[in-house]
């Protein structure tokens, strides 16, 4: 099992800057995807960014050029740095970790970001 653990969610300003953090423990594998998703009131879940060990990252395009995700795979840990803060991006953040052998999901509980205008 897998556990992640979100932080870093918060209020602030168009135009400024959150850093998310995601902490997973417990049986994780070699080769992960690791993310972020997130969810506006009355919308679906969508991609923001992912790492996958070893290979690319990929960015929804609303977000391009404005977050960067990263990894640090001696703390099993994935930050999403977020610059340029827009009302769009107001949401829950859900953290993912996909278990590619596996093939299974494992979400965090999720951290509200609000950017107000």
């Known amino acids: 099992q897998v556990q992640l653990t979100e932080s870093g969610g918060g209020l602030v300003q168009t135009g400024g800057s959150l850093r998310l953090s995601c902490a997973a423990s417990g049986n994780i594998a070699t080769i992960t995807t690791m993310g972020w998703y997130r969810q506006a009131p009355e919308k679906e879940r969508e991609l923001v960014a992912t790492d996958t060990t070893g290979f690319s990252t990929n960015y929804a395009g609303s977000v391009k050029g404005r977050f960067t995700i990263s990894r640090d795979n001696a703390k099993n840990t994935v930050y999403l740095q977020m610059n340029s803060l827009k009302p769009e991006d107001t949401a829950i953040y859900y953290c993912?970790?996909?278990?590619?052998?596996?093939?299974?999901?494992?979400w965090g509980k999720g951290t509200l970001v609000t950017v107000s205008s």
């Open positions: 993912l970790l996909y278990d590619v052998s596996r093939g299974v999901n494992y």
